[in-house]
């Protein structure tokens, strides 16, 4: 079954402390992506890679980390300073110009 | 910057009705453009993908068209049924020589069908 997984499904967490949210595809895939979901804002791009062993800032990077050291994985480490972190994380990927495929979403609620 | 609207930004219909869904963006010089479908808490489902040099895409009960020169797009869902009832989100990647193709979504139409 060819996908992209993303885990925890939710993710609670304290202020202050740092979080890393999984991503993983088995669809070989170069490019993966880091979006951030919030009610009446739409998807906001938080860091994409094009290849392995790189990765660009997209809109809001600040206080997110990404790490890309193999083709099928994509984690995101939200930092504590990230000033509002409670939200919806999507994962997705995509091979050249074609469709880019999604994950389930992990919803993390820091308080 | 590219601009991506999507209008309405929700709508309520009976079931059996055909329906059309609109996705429109400022800038014309794009490479594709993608309709997703996005259930209430859980990632985007890829639906349709039109190349810029494509008119229309079909699938099932769901026709995607594209006018570059008017920068639209619009979903055409026919005989609709409550198992449609979600957000239906387009999104554009732009045509950069040697970019990153990074693609910009419209904030979606919430769609309800009701029996």
Redesign the interface.
Known sequence: DGG?T?SPKYLFRKEGQNVTLSCEQNLNHDAMYWYRQDP????R?IY?S?IVNDF?K?DIAEGYSVSREKKESFPLTVTSAQKNPTA?Y?C?SRQG?????????T?LTVT | KQEVTQIPAALSVPEGENLVLNCSFTDSAI??L?W?RQDP??????LL?IQSSQREQTSGRLNASLDKSSGRSTLYIAASQPGDSATY?C?V?PFISGG????T????TSLIVHP
């Open positions: 992209i993303q009446g804002q739409g998807l791009l994409y094009q660009q997209g919806f999507l997705a110009q074609n469709e880019q495929y999604f994950g389930p979403g919803r | 490479y594709n993608q997703f808490g859980k990632g985007l489902t890829s993908l989100l999104a990647r990153s193709y990074i693609p979504f419209g904030r979606g």
